[in-house]
């Protein structure tokens, strides 16, 4: 599983606090510009369930993070024919590990993560 987000494309419906996220005292935009998840092991822990874990980076600092996944479904895609399968995974973070400091305790240290995973058979 490998997720890359541009920073850039956060949206908050809120273009001051879009602003104030890519700046220096959040995700520093202009130095980092992406935020990347790259898995190093899946586990199945149940029926439809598992865990993944891997590397996330963000504002230049890696973490070792796992989300529980659940699969939510297996099938042929009506579009192109190939079989996918769809998970949703899920886990928190505190900003602070990651040197994100701003506003706390004000501000909430945990973060929630929340990805949705389609791949496709080769």
Known sequence: VSVT?????????????????????FFNAAEFPEI???STKLEQTGDNVGKITGDLTMVGVTKSITLDATLMKIGVHPFNKKEIAGWSASGAINRS???ITFGLPGISDEVILNLGIEAFKQ
């Open 97 to 99: 590990d990651f040197g």
């Open 36 to 38: 990347t998840f790259v």
């Open 5 to 25: 987000l541009d920073v850039t494309s956060i949206n908050t419906n809120n273009p001051k606090r879009d602003a104030h996220l890519q700046s220096p005292d």
